[in-house]
Structure formats: structure tokens, C-alpha cells
């Protein structure tokens, strides 16, 4: 299985990302997640990279439900209005003890993050790699929230590849 190659930071990266999935009320781990979860976890190349082009958790969260209440605004629903209207009874995050899988989207990425370790030839799948799968299609909803904050993919694959050089060299 895949998910025996990845080292102990990508594995964290994952607990991450199903964390944030919860807390922000997603039925699937999407890509978006795990790049939250990338910066969660805030350990190896990944995370360095996007700290360096000013990516920060807090922002990314701020953006991912910006980018939810534009597609709700798109089909005329105010999620402002529905939070205002629930109160205290509206709450989004999915309990602790319900399964949540990963998107086709995700499952995508984490493929993608094997076809980049090999091609790096490494042997074991780090935070890197999953953010390198991600970078491959702009249509992802990660990238897309990357975009709204001022980064681009390539940017984005330029800061990580430095951040492996100097901790080759």
C-alpha cells in the first residue's frame, strides 16, 4: 500500500489534514485539506516553502471558507446570513467519530505524490511530494486557494526545490 512509503512527516501531514477536514465540516478529505494539513503539521520542505512566499494556516483556513461562501454566494445562498440566523446552533465540523475518506481530488494527489518520489528518486514519500502532486493541475482547489493568496505553482515548485538543495547541501 501506498501509504507505507510515506515518511513520518507526510503521515502527520495526513492526521492533519483529516483534522481540518472535520473542524471545517468536509464529508471527504479534498486537496484543499491536505494542504492545510501541510501547514498544520508545519514540518519539512513543503511547509518551509510556503512559509517563505508567506502562506500561513491561518490565512489558508481564512481563504478555503472565502472560497466556500463564493460558491454558496454563486448559487444565491449568504453563508454570513445562515451563521446569523443559527447562532450558537450552527456548527460545521464533522464529529470525531464519523469515518471521512479521501476525495477522488485527494486520492489524485497522494498518486501523484508516489509518481514525484520516484522521479526525485527518493525513497520515501515526504510533505514535498504531496505538495508537488498537488501543483500539477490548476483546476485543484488547492491551487486555485494558492492563487487567490499570490502563489503560483511554479514559484511555489522554484522555493521547494531550494529548500531540498540546502538541506542537501
Not at 42 to 57: F, K, P, R
Not at 66 to 78: P, T
Not at 79 to 87: K, M, N, T
Not at 109 to 133: K, P, Y
Request: glycine share 10%; net charge negative.
Amino acid at each position: 500500500m501506498i501509504f507505507n512509503r510515506f515518511a513520518a512527516e507526510a503521515r502527520g501531514c495526513l492526521g492533519a489534514a483529516l483534522d481540518e477536514a472535520r473542524r471545517l465540516g468536509h464529508d471527504a478529505i479534498g486537496d484543499e485539506d491536505l494542504l492545510l494539513g501541510i501547514l498544520r503539521a508545519d514540518e519539512g520542505h513543503a511547509a518551509e516553502a510556503l512559509s517563505s512566499l508567506g502562506v500561513t494556516l491561518e490565512a489558508a483556513r481564512e481563504e478555503c471558507e472565502g472560497m466556500f461562501s463564493d460558491a454558496l454566494s454563486s448559487i444565491g445562498i449568504s453563508l454570513e446570513e445562515i451563521r446569523r440566523e443559527a447562532g450558537d446552533a450552527f456548527e460545521m465540523r464533522i464529529p470525531d467519530d464519523r469515518r471521512i475518506p479521501f476525495s477522488p481530488q485527494a486520492k489524485r494527489v497522494l498518486g501523484q505524490s508516489l509518481t514525484e518520489a520516484v522521479r526525485l528518486r527518493d525513497n520515501r514519500i515526504g510533505t514535498e511530494h504531496i505538495l508537488l502532486g498537488m501543483l500539477h493541475d490548476e483546476d485543484r482547489t488547492s491551487v486555485r486557494l494558492l492563487a487567490r493568496m499570490g502563489v503560483s505553482p511554479e514559484a511555489l515548485e522554484a522555493r521547494l526545490f531550494e529548500s531540498r538543495g540546502r538541506a542537501a547541501g
